[in-house]
């Protein structure tokens, strides 16, 4: 089975994006600052952090604006070179931009959730389902994903779930995970051996952003009956990694 996840940022209505949107009020009570320019940079944040082209409709919901400011907001960006238009008429960066642009919404992730599950024929197989919180300490997508977190920001996705032993197998222990960390981002690869569940398998590779942030990973999973030997789990590491890579080259592209 592969699998798509994404550590997304907090949906409107909770505790973090309100406490952001205080935070930028704050700001917004300088006589020197300049609302629009700081909606203008988070559109460019949000962009970069999304893993698709968003329509204009969606970035006025997101940036709490009409309309008819976000869509001001949008052409300015669009006539400096920002962002440009698809041919379904939504926004995305434009080329060469991604080196420039803040990476602060990775700072709000909180959850690392499957957002995309292809199941596999086997009637005897690892399955998902779309909308799952995964442990960010038992899953080879939750490990991966907040491997290459800041260490605060990886802080906050383990309080976030918490660390629980699901098997006997799971690491919870902060320094053994810190070392299954420091692992992962160096073969920049995980794997999950039952430490979600017994009898089960699965190798995950993350997905670099184009600055080397990680925001989504992809992952097979499988029962480990399945699992031939070394070699067969090299294979599979491989295809993983290569399928990530294409993913992220894709994406820069879109």
């Known amino acids: 089975m592969l699998k798509t996840k994404t550590a997304r940022p907090a949906k409107a209505g909770t505790p973090n994006l309100v406490k952001a949107e205080t935070a930028n009020e704050a700001r917004g009570g300088d006589q020197y600052f300049s609302r629009a320019v700081g909606k203008a940079l988070e559109v460019l944040e949000f962009l970069q952090a999304e893993l698709k082209p968003l329509a204009m409709n969606e970035i006025a919901q997101r940036i709490q604006l009409s309309k008819t400011s976000a869509f001001r907001i949008l052409r300015t960006l669009e006539t400096l070179g920002c962002v440009v238009v698809d041919g379904r008429g939504q926004y995305v960066l434009a080329p060469g931009i991604h080196a420039v642009t803040p990476t602060q919404w990775l700072g709000k992730l909180h959850r690392v959730e499957v957002i995309a599950v292809v199941e596999s024929p086997h009637v005897i197989r690892m399955s998902n389902v779309v909308g799952h919180i995964l442990p960010p300490n038992a899953s080879s997508l939750g490990k991966a994903i907040t491997a290459f977190q800041a260490p605060e920001h990886r802080e906050r996705l383990l309080r976030s779930f918490g660390t629980y032993r699901f098997t006997k197998h799971t690491i919870t222990d902060r320094k053994d995970l810190n070392q299954e960390y420091e692992g992962i981002r160096v073969q920049k690869y995980a794997i999950d051996r039952e430490e979600?569940?017994?009898?089960?398998?699965?190798?995950?590779?993350?997905?670099?952003?184009?600055?080397?942030?990680?925001?989504?990973?992809?992952?097979?999973?499988?029962?480990?009956?399945?699992?031939?030997?070394?070699?067969?789990?090299?294979?599979?590491?491989?295809?993983?990694?290569d399928t990530a890579e294409q993913v992220a080259l894709d994406l820069k592209k879109a």
Request: overall charge neutral; some cysteine; proline content about 7%.
């Open 196 to 241: 979600c569940a017994y009898d089960g398998i699965c190798f995950c590779a993350p997905i670099f952003g184009p600055n080397g942030q990680v925001s989504a990973a992809i992952s097979s999973s499988m029962p480990k009956t399945r699992l031939r030997d070394a070699a067969h789990e090299e294979a599979i590491i491989a295809a993983v990694r």
